[in-house]
C-alpha cells in the first residue's frame, strides 16, 4: 500500500509541476493574411534559437477580412499573452487604428506585433518610428521608399520614363501606395499608368481581370510596372507576373520571392525571413525582458537585397548593366 501511495503522490507531484511548467510557457498568436510564409518561418526560428519557452498557433486568414473577428475573439480566449499580425488588412482588423484605442473590437489589452505594413503611419497603424502611439502596439517596418525603387529602375534602364501599376481598392495598403505614386511619380520625372484591378467589386477580386489589366498597360506603352503592395496579386504571382512577361513587361516586386520563384524581373526588399527575426526580438523584449510594446521603437529593416531574374530578363531581352550586377543577385527560376 506504500508504494502505491508513494506513487500516486509522485504523480500528482508531476501533475502539479506539468502544469507549472506549461503555465511558465507563453502563448503566442500569429495571424497571417495569406498564410505562414518565408516571414512566419524566420519569426519562428528567432523565437526557438532564444530557448525562449513559447506556443505558437497560426491562423491563415486566407484573404477574407470577415475572419478576422474570430482571430480576435481566438487571442482572448487562449488567452494570448502575444498576437503577431501580417499585412495592412490583417493589422488594421485586429487592432483597427489610432482612433480605436478602448474599441472592444479590437484587441488593445493584449500586446500586438504588426508586420509587412506598407506604410503604418497613413493608415493610423502607428503614430511614428518612435513609438506606435499605444500602450499595446509594437512592430516592424520592411519597406524601401519608392522615390528609391523608382530610381533603381532608372538605374536599371535609362531610357525608364513611364510606370505601370496594377492596386486593389479592396486593401487599404493599395490604395495607399497608388495614391503615393500618384504624387510622387511626376515630381521624378515618371509618366504613372495606375489601374485599379477590378473596379466595382467590394470582395476580391477576379483573376481574370489581371490579363485584362496587363493588356490595357502595354497598349498604354508600360515597360516597367511596380508591384507596389497587394496582397491579392502576391498570392496570384505565378499568374501576375508570366502575364507581364507575356506582354513585354518587366515587374518590379518589393516581394523578392516573386523574382525567385516566379517571372518578376526585378525586387529591392528586405528578406521576409528577416523581417520575422525583427518581429520575434520585439516579441522577446516584450515577454521575455518585459518591455512595454507602446514605448519600443518601429523595428526598421535595414538589409535591402536587389534580385535580377536572368531568365525574365532575357525572355524580354533587357539585360541588367554590368554595374548593376556587381550589386545584384542575379537567378535563374
Known sequence: MRSIARGLFT??????????HAADRKQILGIFYEGCENLCEGFKAGIKESGFATDITIIDLEQDKSRIPAA????????????????????LGVIGTL???????????IPVVFTIVADPFGTRIAKSF????????AGTFNRVPEAINIEIVRQYDPNF??????????????????????????????ELVALEIDPGNDGVPDVARIAERMAELREQGVRWLY???????????????????????????????LVREHHA?????????????LAALQALKILRDGA?????????????????????????????PFAFLQVAEAVNN
Not at 504523480?11 to 507549472?20: D, E, G, P, Q, R
Not at 480576435?72 to 493589422?91: C, I, N
Not at 512595454?292 to 541588367?320: H, S, W
Open 11 to 20: 504523480l500528482a507531484i508531476f501533475a502539479v509541476l506539468s502544469v507549472a
Open 72 to 91: 480576435v475573439a481566438k487571442a482572448r480566449e487562449m488567452p494570448a499573452d502575444l498576437v503577431l499580425t501580417f499585412g495592412t488588412s490583417g493589422t
Open 99 to 109: 482612433d480605436d484605442v478602448g474599441n472592444p473590437a479590437y484587441l488593445t489589452e
Open 130 to 137: 518612435e513609438g506606435s502611439g499605444r500602450a499595446n502596439v
Open 161 to 190: 520614363n513611364k510606370l505601370g501599376l496594377l492596386y486593389n481598392s479592396n486593401e487599404r495598403n493599395s490604395a495607399i501606395k497608388a495614391a503615393e505614386l500618384k504624387k510622387i511619380a511626376p515630381t521624378l520625372g515618371v
Open 227 to 257: 508591384v507596389g503592395s497587394s496582397s491579392f496579386l502576391n498570392t496570384n504571382g505565378e499568374l501576375f507576373t508570366k502575364t507581364a512577361v507575356e506582354n513585354g513587361i518587366a515587374v518590379v516586386s518589393p516581394y523578392e520571392p
Open 265 to 277: 524581373m526585378l525586387s529591392i526588399a528586405a528578406r521576409l525571413e528577416d523581417v520575422g527575426r
Open 292 to 320: 512595454i510594446p507602446g514605448d519600443l521603437p518601429i523595428l526598421q529593416a535595414t538589409d535591402f537585397a536587389y534580385v535580377v531574374n536572368m531568365e525574365v530578363a532575357k525572355k524580354l531581352g533587357r539585360y541588367p
